[in-house]
Protein backbone atom coordinates (compact mmCIF):
# COMPACT_ATOMS: atom_id res chain seq x y z
CA UNK A 1 0.00 0.00 0.00
CA UNK A 2 2.74 2.46 0.78
CA UNK A 3 4.47 1.70 -2.65
CA UNK A 4 1.05 2.56 -4.29
CA UNK A 5 1.02 6.32 -2.34
CA UNK A 6 4.35 6.90 -3.73
CA UNK A 7 3.57 6.12 -7.18
CA UNK A 8 0.66 8.12 -7.31
CA UNK A 9 2.74 11.10 -5.32
CA UNK A 10 5.65 10.52 -8.17
CA UNK A 11 2.79 11.03 -10.67
CA UNK A 12 1.41 13.86 -9.77
CA UNK A 13 4.27 15.74 -9.46
CA UNK A 14 5.38 14.75 -12.91
CA UNK A 15 1.25 16.04 -14.26
CA UNK A 16 2.08 19.44 -12.08
CA UNK A 17 5.50 19.69 -13.63
CA UNK A 18 4.50 18.98 -17.35
CA UNK A 19 1.43 21.28 -16.98
CA UNK A 20 2.99 24.08 -15.73
CA UNK A 21 5.99 23.26 -18.09
CA UNK A 22 3.52 24.07 -20.99
CA UNK A 23 3.28 27.65 -20.18
CA UNK A 24 6.67 28.57 -19.99
CA UNK A 25 7.56 31.43 -22.70
CA UNK A 26 9.56 30.11 -24.94
CA UNK A 27 13.66 31.27 -25.40
CA UNK A 28 12.51 33.18 -28.73
CA UNK A 29 9.46 34.96 -28.01
CA UNK A 30 10.00 38.54 -26.95
CA UNK A 31 9.42 39.04 -22.50
CA UNK A 32 6.66 41.20 -21.71
CA UNK A 33 9.09 44.17 -21.10
CA UNK A 34 9.74 44.42 -24.06
CA UNK A 35 6.77 43.74 -26.05
CA UNK A 36 5.03 46.60 -24.41
CA UNK A 37 8.03 49.03 -25.31
CA UNK A 38 7.81 47.74 -28.89
CA UNK A 39 4.04 47.92 -29.35
CA UNK A 40 4.44 51.29 -27.51
CA UNK A 41 7.03 52.53 -30.21
CA UNK A 42 4.91 50.75 -33.00
CA UNK A 43 1.72 52.92 -32.00
CA UNK A 44 3.58 55.70 -31.97
CA UNK A 45 5.33 54.83 -35.59
CA UNK A 46 1.79 53.86 -37.17
CA UNK A 47 -0.10 57.08 -35.94
CA UNK A 48 2.88 59.48 -36.88
CA UNK A 49 2.70 57.89 -40.78
CA UNK A 50 -1.11 58.02 -40.12
CA UNK A 51 -2.17 61.31 -39.02
CA UNK A 52 1.47 63.61 -40.61
CA UNK A 53 0.94 61.83 -43.95
CA UNK A 54 -2.48 60.65 -44.55
CA UNK A 55 -1.36 57.50 -45.56
CA UNK A 56 -2.45 53.89 -45.48
CA UNK A 57 0.69 51.89 -43.10
CA UNK A 58 -0.08 48.31 -44.06
CA UNK A 59 1.81 47.56 -46.36
CA UNK A 60 3.42 50.84 -47.27
CA UNK A 61 7.23 50.48 -47.94
CA UNK A 62 8.58 53.51 -46.14
CA UNK A 63 6.94 52.45 -43.13
CA UNK A 64 8.07 48.45 -43.62
CA UNK A 65 11.63 50.00 -43.62
CA UNK A 66 10.90 52.46 -40.68
CA UNK A 67 9.95 49.33 -38.71
CA UNK A 68 13.45 47.48 -39.50
CA UNK A 69 15.14 50.49 -38.01
CA UNK A 70 12.43 49.89 -34.88
CA UNK A 71 13.55 46.02 -34.34
CA UNK A 72 16.81 46.77 -34.33
CA UNK A 73 16.30 49.37 -31.76
CA UNK A 74 14.69 46.79 -29.67
CA UNK A 75 17.08 44.44 -30.40
CA UNK A 76 14.76 42.13 -32.26
CA UNK A 77 13.94 40.83 -35.63
CA UNK A 78 10.58 40.34 -37.52
CA UNK A 79 10.85 36.88 -37.65
CA UNK A 80 10.78 37.22 -33.68
CA UNK A 81 8.56 39.83 -33.44
CA UNK A 82 5.93 37.72 -35.79
CA UNK A 83 6.57 34.60 -33.07
CA UNK A 84 5.48 36.57 -29.87
CA UNK A 85 2.42 38.26 -31.16
CA UNK A 86 1.44 34.31 -32.19
CA UNK A 87 2.83 33.51 -28.74
CA UNK A 88 0.75 36.19 -26.90
CA UNK A 89 -2.08 35.49 -28.75
CA UNK A 90 -2.81 32.72 -28.04
CA UNK A 91 -2.19 33.73 -24.36
CA UNK A 92 -4.75 36.17 -24.41
CA UNK A 93 -4.38 37.03 -20.55
CA UNK A 94 -0.49 37.89 -21.22
CA UNK A 95 -1.55 39.77 -24.29
CA UNK A 96 -4.55 42.11 -22.52
CA UNK A 97 -1.86 43.25 -19.69
CA UNK A 98 0.47 43.96 -22.67
CA UNK A 99 -2.29 45.18 -24.12
CA UNK A 100 -3.10 47.68 -21.38
CA UNK A 101 0.56 48.54 -20.21
CA UNK A 102 1.18 50.11 -23.92
CA UNK A 103 -2.59 52.02 -23.54
CA UNK A 104 -1.20 53.49 -20.36
CA UNK A 105 2.24 54.44 -22.19
CA UNK A 106 0.74 55.92 -24.69
CA UNK A 107 -1.66 57.88 -22.28
CA UNK A 108 1.41 59.10 -20.31
CA UNK A 109 2.66 60.10 -23.80
CA UNK A 110 -0.40 62.16 -24.63
CA UNK A 111 -0.57 63.85 -22.00
CA UNK A 112 3.39 64.78 -21.47
CA UNK A 113 2.31 66.11 -24.75
CA UNK A 114 -0.38 68.24 -23.56
CA UNK A 115 1.59 69.71 -20.80
CA UNK A 116 3.86 70.90 -23.59
CA UNK A 117 1.69 72.11 -26.07
CA UNK A 118 -0.08 74.13 -23.39
CA UNK A 119 3.69 76.40 -22.55
CA UNK A 120 3.63 77.00 -26.56
CA UNK A 121 0.55 79.06 -26.43
Same mark, same amino acid.
Given at each position: ?26 ? *? ?11 ? *? ?8 AVEHGIMTVG ?47 ? *? ?5 ? *? ?6
Amino acid at each position: MKQNGKILLALALLAILTVTGCHRRPH *DVLGEKQMVALLT *DAYQLEGFYAVEHGIMTVGNPAVLATYDELFAKHNTTREQFDKSIEYYMRHANKYEAIHKQVVANLD *DQIKQLG *DVSQDLR
